[in-house]
């Protein structure tokens, strides 16, 4: 039910066949949220969806993380072609640049 995939949400856990990563599901369950909401809120995602995402999140919490290459979630890097892996880098790289410039904003102006 949790899949990975550079070319969706850069890679992050999401619900398979979406595009929810698992992040905002938790997140939702975190703000006391059922199920039921959720699914409302995310018509794509189903309860066994909400479900899946909160054993992979207490998984990923319990093992520190083993639990991606263990479930075979995402492949090693040299298994990807050069045109994904050069995409994924430079939405990063896009990342971190326009976070560092706001950061850099944000810290000037005080």
């Not at 949220?33 to 909400?50: D, H, Q, R, S």
Request: net charge negative; hydrophobic share 50%.
């Amino acid at each position: 039910m949790i899949s990975t995939d550079p070319r969706v949400m850069h890679g992050q856990a999401v619900i398979a066949g979406t595009r929810v990563p698992v992040s905002v599901i938790l997140d939702c369950l975190a703000a006391g949220m059922t199920a039921e909401e959720i699914t409302a809120e995310y018509p794509t995602v189903t309860v066994a969806g909400v479900r899946a995402a909160a054993a992979y999140g207490a998984a990923v919490w319990a093992t520190g993380y083993i639990v991606l290459p263990e479930g075979g979630l995402y492949k090693p890097i040299w298994e990807y072609d050069a045109k994904t892996l050069a995409w994924d880098l430079s939405a990063h790289l896009a990342y971190g640049a326009s976070t560092g410039t706001v950061f850099w904003l944000f810290v000037k102006s005080w």
